[in-house]
């Protein structure tokens, strides 16, 4: 039997991963977290039960895997546009943010049962579900906002001295939230959020702050 190859190990193992958490997905979505097995899933993804430890430890970690799986296309493509800029031009603030603002609607709104889920069993997690969970999920979902405005703060763009990380989370928490309650929680509006004017909204505001123009301001 000829030998396979490093990458193409590393391929089929990206493949198996990829159908065992569209199995869990559908499993999860279907039963509930609490009453799904890992017998379910390997039924749906029609593989052996005992396979499915070879990539994930447990129920919970299957859980928390998911929604870097949803992250993942979107990141890499928007990275890609990135790298491609090249050092001498950089996507401007207003447009960036607001593509990473309609990224995150579009990835919650799609996966927004698995996100009900995800919610709903975090407080039980055990330790290190809820570790892999912040590294995969939230580490990685701000780490490529980290990096844009740490470029911009060295292109002068924005005030020198600021943390990337406190300003990645500040801005995931403006938008976030909106669209948790409407899309995942469900509560609020019986109508769905304007997306677009949200984010017309928040970016300026998070961009240039509330207090208007020294000049502008009304003296009493």
């Known amino acids: 039997m000829p030998r396979i ?18 199995a869990a997905a559908k499993v999860f979505a279907a039963k509930g977290f609490e009453r799904a097995t890992i017998a379910d899933i390997a039924r749906e993804a ?17 859980l928390v895997s998911l929604p870097r ?17 090249g050092a001498a031009e950089l996507v401007p603030p207003e447009q ?26 975090l407080p039980n997690l ?11 999920v939230v580490m990685y979902g701000t780490g490529l906002l980290e990096q844009y405005f740490q470029e911009l703060m060295e292109r002068g763009v ?7 990380k406190i300003l990645s989370r500040s801005f995931v928490g403006m938008f976030f939230p909106f669209v948790m309650l409407g ?14 004017q949200l984010a017309d909204e928040i970016v300026p505001l ?15």
Request: charged share 25%; no cysteine.
């Open 96 to 121: 960036f943010l607001a593509a990473a603002a309609w990224n995150m609607v579009t990835i919650i709104r799609k996966n927004a049962p698995i996100f009900r889920i995800l919610i709903s069993a």
């Open 69 to 85: 799986q949803a992250l993942e296309p979107t990141m890499e493509s928007v990275s890609a546009r990135m790298s491609m800029s």
């Open 5 to 22: 190859s490093p990458s193409a190990r590393r391929a089929l193992t990206e493949q198996r991963k990829a159908q065992i958490l569209a």
């Open 126 to 136: 055990k330790q290190a579900a809820r570790e892999k969970y912040m590294d995969q």
């Open 206 to 220: 998070f961009l240039h702050g509330i207090l208007a123009e020294p000049a502008e301001r009304k003296t009493r």
């Open 183 to 196: 899309e995942v929680l469900q509560i609020g509006s019986e109508t769905e959020w304007d997306y677009d």
């Open 158 to 164: 924005i005030r020198p001295g600021l943390n990337p």
């Open 46 to 62: 029609r593989i052996a039960e005992g396979s499915i430890y070879n990539y994930f430890k447990n129920k919970q970690d299957l």
